[in-house]
């Protein structure tokens, strides 16, 4: 288990980065509309790009070895992409009506290409953390829309073969794209990765900025629930990790904070993209830029108690 006072350095130089683009590009976009709203234009190409560079540093041959495991990655993908959606639907739209779809959406996601990073600080099993990215991801252009249709057609119109064809556009593309690349830059990967950060974290923040920047006039409106939605959002990540450790109890430590982490940092930038696409709620696209906040500080908290439980017996 790394130190856990390296692993808090480490990890506090991404939740700055992650909060600071997060903050920066929502005031950019309720302050200067004008300008942001002309880069809505491009934000599937900016999703594009962020998918191919993440895919660029996934390693396949690591994945098949872990494809033995295919028992467990189905249940693990219908835990995250239809079970959770659902319990959170059932209960968010009795509890917090107006956040149900910004929950469901979120709930919906694929886990994100940096739960690997997650993995390997919360020493996880990071075969099982590429399986289940690539996996899920690969999955999610068909789960995504058919869910969100299900559950959220009361509440707003999708179109659910441009979502399919716009989803395979931005994540089956992109990865495949860059499989075919990948042999031929091997060895240049590893010495540009900390160059593909810095360039996702700078269209993540155009992304947002754009997609704030269409609805800044009634933005500002829903700005006076800003804390409420926090904590809001603060309360959801806690119980969805909770409930995925309650889920899969009876695994092993490692593959059990695995599939908590899948669960819990899941693919954010990809719910704010759609939500900017498809769900014309300004209360539904400010609480998905707002999940930054827990999705990029809860890791420690989450890693500290997951411990504890370890230790005192109550997890395996």
């Known amino acids: 288990i790394p130190n856990m006072s390296g692993v808090s350095h480490y990890f506090l130089k991404l939740i700055e980065s ?53 028992k467990a990655l189905l249940l693990v993908n219908v835990i995250i992409l239809i079970v959770l959606p659902v319990v959170v639907y059932s ?46 991801s690969l999955l999610a252009p068909f ?19 441009d979502m399919m064809q716009r989803l395979l556009m931005v994540i089956v593309l992109p990865f495949v794209l860059a499989q075919m690349v990948r042999p031929l830059i091997r060895f240049n990967i590893q010495k540009a990765a900390p160059s593909f950060k810095t360039v996702s974290l700078v269209l993540l923040g155009l992304l947002i900025a754009a997609s704030i920047a269409v609805h800044a006039g009634a933005i500002n409106g829903a700005l006076s629930d800003l804390f ?23 695994k092993p ?17 990809l719910a ?24 990029a500080t809860l890791l420690i908290p989450f890693k500290y108690a997951t411990d504890k439980m370890k230790n005192r017996g109550m997890i395996s």
């Open 18 to 70: 992650y909060l600071f683009i997060a903050v920066c590009a929502i005031a950019l976009g309720l302050w200067f509309p004008e300008i942001f709203s002309r880069f809505g234009a491009y934000t599937t190409l900016m999703l594009q790009i962020i998918f191919f560079l993440s895919s660029l540093k996934l390693e396949i041959s690591d994945v098949l070895c872990a494809g033995r495991k295919w």
């Open 91 to 136: 209960v968010a739209s009795l509890i917090v009506p107006p956040l149900a779809i910004a929950l469901i959406l979120l709930a919906a996601m694929p886990a994100g290409m940096s739960l690997p990073l997650m993995v390997d600080v919360i020493a996880g099993d990071r075969p099982l953390a590429l399986l289940v990215t690539i996996s899920s």
């Open 143 to 161: 789960t995504v829309p058919l869910v969100l249709s299900l559950l959220a057609s009361t509440n707003v119109d999708l179109p659910l073969i």
């Open 228 to 250: 409420t939605t926090i904590v809001v959002l603060f309360i959801f990540f806690v119980a969805i990790h909770v409930f995925s450790h309650l889920i899969f109890h009876s």
């Open 253 to 269: 430590y490692k593959e059990q904070a695995t599939i908590a982490a899948s669960v819990t940092f899941m693919n954010f930038t």
């Open 272 to 295: 704010i993209y759609l939500a900017g696409l498809y769900i014309p709620d300004p209360r539904v696209l400010l609480a998905l830029v707002l999940s930054i906040i827990p999705w």
